[in-house]
């Protein structure tokens, strides 16, 4: 979803207003898929393609390695998208051929995240669509989902918990101002890195 936040009181969470979290954690994986369309041809052979995932929710996209010369690539590709509204986003995946002159469609599919959120464990095989939405000609694709909601507690509200119901969860790690920086050209960029360590003990 777009959205546009403006501070309009000073004492307020900047943060909060202008980059608020997420709702929630979407984990994916993308098993395998089957019976492919083949794209690479030559004299002596079947065809065959170098598929590969582009995997999009909101504004975040991922892209997995090319499985080389195969109709049905065995991916177990995981992944972890950021979820604003359960009911709103989709997930968008695109299989395509990778070529040393670009890229050709195989197949596509588009699920709400509201739908994957209700997913039991275990894995859901789903048809390829064409590029005008039509499934049945360009293969299947077997993927697992599960959602976890977010819960957003103060410091001193997980220590009175004691323990973490969940070993899953994310750190927001805000900048709000630099100073004394070396000076550099008016083209001159600045970016931060950030690390982590074992935040939860077993």
Known sequence: PNRVGKVLDEQAEHFT???PGPKGILEVVVWKAEGLLAKDFNLFGKGTSDPYLVMRCGATCFKSKAVKKTLNPKFEFRVMFQVA???HQHLNIQLLDEDKLGSEFLGMLDLSVERMAKWEDGKVSCDLSDED???????LILLSAHYRPLIW???AEVERMGSCPDRAGMVILGIYSASNLPLGASSTQFWFEATSTRLLSE
């Open 17 to 19: 207003v202008m980059r």
């Open 85 to 87: 509204s359960v009911k």
């Open 133 to 139: 939405g039509n499934a049945g000609a360009n293969g």
């Open 153 to 155: 507690k103060s410091k």
